[in-house]
């Protein structure tokens, strides 16, 4: 009961492509390809010095200040 064999791994391989098709496993993998890279260049942009003074992406709170005059900050107030 030790660990599988190279045979194993092939066997599940193999029941793994009947399943899904060669199709749906290259689109998987292309999108979790992309994904990876999005990740990547995500930590790399996090990490350059421009992004302190950069503007929050629309839709993404930030700590700044806004200078917009139509925008109102407020609390909400839990209900007990």
């Known amino acids: 009961m030790g660990s599988f ?3 194993h ?3 599940v391989l193999l029941i793994v492509v009947l399943v899904f098709g060669t199709k749906k496993l290259k689109n998987i993998g ?3 390809g992309g ?3 999005g990740f990547k260049d995500g930590m790399k942009d996090g990490t350059s010095s421009d ?3 950069a503007p929050a992406a629309p839709g993404q709170v930030s700590n700044h200040a806004s200078t917009d005059k139509a925008t109102i900050d407020v609390e909400a107030k839990h209900k007990s």
């Open 30 to 32: 292309a999108d979790l």
């Open 51 to 53: 992004s302190a003074t």
């Open 5 to 7: 064999s190279v045979w």
């Open 9 to 11: 791994w092939l066997v």
């Open 35 to 37: 994904a990876v890279k």
